[in-house]
Nanobody, 127 residues
Framework: QVQLVESGGGLVQAGGSLRLSCAAS????????MAWFRQAPGKEREFIAA????????EYAEFVKGRFTISRDDAQNAVYLRMDSLKPEDTAVYYC????????????????????WGQGTQVTVSS
């Protein structure tokens, strides 16, 4: 069973930056999609960013474009989310997710296709 463990969350002032990490273990399929989602209190989980198996293609939600950057390091079995220019509305629990179902597909999978999830890391942005 694939395990994903997020880290790097915390409290930051508006305008600040954080870098989230997600360590994957027991991941035997190298061709996978990795993604970040978040869920704020009282709101539904929402997609933030995804990256394909080779790291050559990324996808972002409109509200984070230009501020957040997703990357991966397969040698470390890790995916990262660099978050700059943070806003109070970015406050949420951030989750890492992975799917091996799409392999090397050029199409990014919908959220429902991600079968592995981490426990989340809290990000709080103060105004």
């Amino acid at each position: 069973q694939v395990q994903l463990v997020e880290s790097g969350g915390g409290l930051v002032q508006a305008g600040g930056s954080l870098r989230l990490s997600c360590a994957a273990s027991r991941l035997t399929f190298t061709r996978n999609f990795m993604a970040w989602f978040r869920q704020a209190p009282g709101k539904e989980r929402e997609f933030i960013a995804a990256i394909n198996w080779s790291g050559t293609n990324t996808e972002y939600a409109e509200f984070v474009k230009g501020r957040f950057t997703i990357s991966r390091d397969d040698a470390q079995n890790a995916v990262y989310l660099r978050m700059d220019s943070l806003k109070p509305e970015d406050t949420a629990v951030y989750y890492c997710a992975c799917t091996v179902r799409y392999g090397s597909s050029p199409i990014f999978p919908p959220a429902i296709e991600y079968e592995y999830w981490g426990q989340g890391t809290q990000v709080t942005v103060s105004s």
